[in-house]
């Protein structure tokens, strides 16, 4: 519309502009992807010889794979706790009184306020003197407060958005508070959900400074096995096949929350009326 | 909309009750309850959204609430389903006092503006859900799910998601799941106020006839005098949180209760002064006639359709003189808006094809009968 505005040339220039940004944003996540593909030790980024050489070492070095199942492991533990744990935390907020709301609402979202560095020397503090550290439960447990605001994020929002009558005609119907939420709420937070948890997963997963404060000598998170093999000075081109896996990770997570946001949209309804719908 | 009140009110206030009758099994549908309200009121802060009503809704009865915007109409359908609880009063259902009893506990059937249809289920499954958290066996589900949209004419779509139904079709599936689980009572908050007029008025005579073949009792909130004095059997006016006035729609026209409820139904001539005996004297200093003799302050309530012109005056009538300021026709009938030394005067007349409209300027005389002169005694 406001483009009439700007003519022929300030179009270019915007179409221009646009796709600065949009290959700003994608070139250096992408940039590894011909790396990691590349045969020799030598990171160029077209190669001239292919081979799938590093994601092999990926899959069978026990160091990288163990790394990597650590990884997995501690990123499905602490979204599902994180998923959990917020989700509930959003229904209760959303249901508290405005002040109190505000306030609580502030404080399960800090996590993603408050630098990395803060927390994760906190918990070093707090677990070393509790003798915590190294522990799968409490880096996973510590892990999950990092993620919580990922999933209330999103709830909350939806439970915000959500029509209020929705829950008056299940009590009207005969639902009581717990089968409302089972049957209503949690239905029309699905989406919200998902992608909650879905975003949690990645960021765990990737989560490379807390993890270093407590996973103790013995537990090698797969950041963490990257940040070493970066810091080595020999550069394992292995970390070129993880980014990539991580990549193709997020960019599942991306879809696999863009098609259920979609899904529930259905087609239009023949207008034979003008009714209110949202 | 001067005629119909008369008819209407033919209909009186016992409806039928029939209970309907499935395929098979035994019949669904049981009658509804009384609901009575004894000084019920409801404080915002400082304000009154009710305040102090009493009113009793007979079993099987449709009684319309209606009232201006923010009259308190839907706080009171609010305190009934139990969303909002009263500061003071009580409520009864049937015999049983549900002031304090939680919504989802007061087996009472609520139809939304907005439909409030849930998003996620189809249309079969928005109806069955009342039954769902009943826990009610499967095969009994089914059959009353079938029952509930056949006599809302929605079988065929009981595959649909909601999004995929125009606004009356998600206003009968609505409905559909407010019957399905024989409610004691059912509220409806200006169900058809999203829907245009012809719609509206098919779905009118669905929900007289369904409410009437089921004998439940309705409390219907509206805004529109048309649809309440259409549907009801009784109309609550409400105004400022209070009940104005609760009677028969033909009462209502012609017993208003207060000037307020004469000027919300229809026109109305509205003279102040004072009762004085057999004589009603107007602040400006006319003698009126009364039919009945009365005392002391008062108005006096004439519909434009009771003014009569010239040699139609009969003997006792008052005999008053006006200047026609403006004639319009209005289909079948004629407003004539008169200038006179009581002030405006505001006058149908049914179009007779052999008398012309009087043009402006014309001066007429004019009187009614005071039997059809309306007192309204102020305390
Ligand atoms: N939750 C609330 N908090 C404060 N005031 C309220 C609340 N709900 C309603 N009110 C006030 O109570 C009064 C009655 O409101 P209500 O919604 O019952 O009116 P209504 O007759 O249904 O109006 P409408 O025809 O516009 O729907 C209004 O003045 C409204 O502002
Ligand atoms: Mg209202």
């Known amino acids: 519309m406001s483009e009439y505005l700007l003519g022929a040339n300030g179009r270019r220039l915007l179409i221009a502009y646009g796709w600065l940004l949009i290959l700003f944003i994608i070139v250096p996540a992408l940039v590894l992807v011909p790396v990691s593909i590349g045969k020799d030790d030598s990171f160029v980024i077209i190669p001239h010889e292919l081979s799938l050489r590093w994601y092999q070492t990926l899959f069978t070095d026990t160091r990288w794979r163990n790394a990597l199942i650590l990884s997995l492991k501690l990123a499905v533990f602490a979204s599902v706790l994180a998923t959990v744990a917020g989700v509930l935390a959003a229904i209760g907020v959303s249901r508290a009184a405005p002040q109190l709301a505000k306030a609580l609402r502030l404080l399960f979202i800090a996590p993603m306020i408050v630098p990395l560095m803060v927390i994760g020397v906190g918990f070093y503090v707090l677990y070393a003197r509790l003798r915590l550290l190294g522990g799968f439960v409490p880096l996973g447990a510590a892990h999950a407060v990092l993620v919580l605001p990922f999933v209330m994020l999103p709830v909350s929002a939806r439970l915000y958005s959500m029509d209020q009558r929705l829950e008056w005609a299940a009590a009207s119907l005969g639902a009581g508070p717990y089968q409302t939420i089972i049957r209503v709420v949690l239905p029309q937070l699905k989406p919200a959900i998902l992608a909650g948890f879905a975003f949690a997963f990645i960021f765990s997963f990737d989560e490379v400074v807390v993890a270093q404060f407590l996973s103790g000598p013995q537990m090698e998170t797969l950041p963490r096995r990257m940040w070493e093999g970066i810091q080595m000075g020999g550069l394992d081109k292995t970390i070129t096949a993880v980014t990539t896996v991580q990549l193709i990770l997020a960019v599942v997570a991306m879809l696999f929350i863009t098609t259920w946001q979609w899904r529930p949209k259905a087609r239009p309804a023949p207008a034979r009326d003008k009714a209110d719908r949202p | 909309m001067t005629t119909a009140f008369i008819e209407q009110s033919a209909s009186g206030a016992a409806a039928p009750r029939a209970a309907a009758r499935p395929a098979s099994g035994k019949p669904i549908g049981t009658a509804g309850v009384g609901v009575r309200f004894e000084s019920l009121a409801k404080r915002y802060n400082d304000l009154y959204a009710v305040d102090g009503v009493n009113l009793d809704v007979a079993p099987g009865e449709f009684l319309s609430i209606l009232g201006p915007s923010g009259s308190g109409k839907t706080t009171v359908l609010m305190l009934i389903a139990g969303f909002v609880s009263p500061s003071s009063g009580r409520l009864l259902l049937g015999d049983q006092d549900i002031s304090r009893i939680p919504p989802h506990k007061r087996d009472i059937g609520v139809v939304f503006q907005n439909y409030a249809l849930f998003p996620h289920l189809d249309v079969r499954r928005n109806v069955a859900f009342p039954l769902e958290v009943r826990k009610v066996a499967k095969d009994e589900i089914a059959r009353r799910v079938a029952w509930a949209l056949e006599r809302v004419h929605m079988s065929q779509y009981a595959d649909r998601r909601v999004s995929q139904l125009s606004g009356g079709q998600q206003q009968r599936v609505a409905l559909a799941r407010a019957i399905v ?199």
């Open chain 2, 181 to 379: 689980f024989e409610p004691r009572a059912l509220l409806m908050d200006e169900p058809l106020a999203a829907l245009d007029r012809n719609l509206r008025v098919d779905m009118q005579h669905e929900i007289r006839s369904l409410q009437r073949s089921l004998g439940q009792t309705v409390i219907y909130v509206t805004h529109d005098q048309e649809e309440a004095l259409n549907l009801s059997d009784r109309v609550a006016v409400m105004d400022h949180g209070r009940l104005q006035q609760v009677d028969t729609p033909k009462n209502l026209y012609l017993r208003p209760a207060n000037p307020f409820v004469a000027g919300f139904f229809g026109e109305a001539n509205l003279f102040r002064g004072n009762a004085e005996a057999a004589a009603f004297v107007t602040e400006s200093g006319a003698r009126l006639p009364l039919a009945r003799s009365a005392r002391g302050k008062a108005v006096l309530c004439v519909r434009p359709e009771m003014i009569v012109f010239g040699d139609k005056q009969k003997e006792g009538f008052p005999s008053l003189e006006g200047t026609v300021v403006e004639t319009r026709f209005q289909g079948s009938i004629l407003r004539i808006s008169l200038r006179t030394p009581l002030g405006p005067i505001m006058a149908v007349r049914h179009i007779n094809t052999t008398d012309d409209a009087p043009p402006e300027g014309t001066r007429l005389t004019f009187g009614w009968d005071p039997e059809l002169g309306h007192l309204m005694v102020q305390e």
